[in-house]
């Protein structure tokens, strides 16, 4: 059965930084690419970054850009977010998803175009 699972979420200050890793079981990884989103209490979910298959192009939501980058190892069919300068705003439980399309590089940034989500990591940034 496939399987997204995220781990890293956590308590931080606004200005500290965390490492959220999405570990895929099930399937092969390095065809698809990666989304990161996030949902803040009582909002929709929100596009946060994305890698593509072959991890040679990463993008993000314009107000992540410069402080969150995402990675990926193949290897160990893990997918990286890394969050810097962390703003009471980032709160959120972040998730993330497989494009539904494999070998694809194409820009996506719809939930609706990804078809498997983890369950999710809390964070929150305390001012």
């Known amino acids: 059965q496939v399987q997204l699972v995220e781990s890293g979420g956590g308590l931080v200050q606004a200005g500290g930084s965390l490492r959220l890793s999405c570990a895929a079981s099930g399937r092969t990884f390095s065809a698809y690419t990666m989304g990161w989103f996030r949902q803040a209490a009582g909002k929709e979910r929100d596009f946060v970054g994305g890698i593509t298959y072959d991890g040679t192009r990463t993008y993000y939501a314009d107000s992540v850009k410069g402080r969150f980058t995402i990675s990926r190892d193949d290897a160990k069919n893990t997918v990286f977010l890394q969050m810097n300068m962390l703003k009471p705003e980032d709160t959120a439980v972040y998730s993330c998803?497989?494009?539904?399309?494999?070998?694809?590089?194409?820009?996506?940034?719809?939930?609706?175009?990804?078809?498997?989500w983890g369950q999710g990591t809390q964070v929150t940034v305390s001012s």
């Open positions: 998803a497989i494009r539904k399309l494999a070998f694809s590089s194409t820009f996506r940034t719809s939930p609706s175009d990804f078809g498997l």
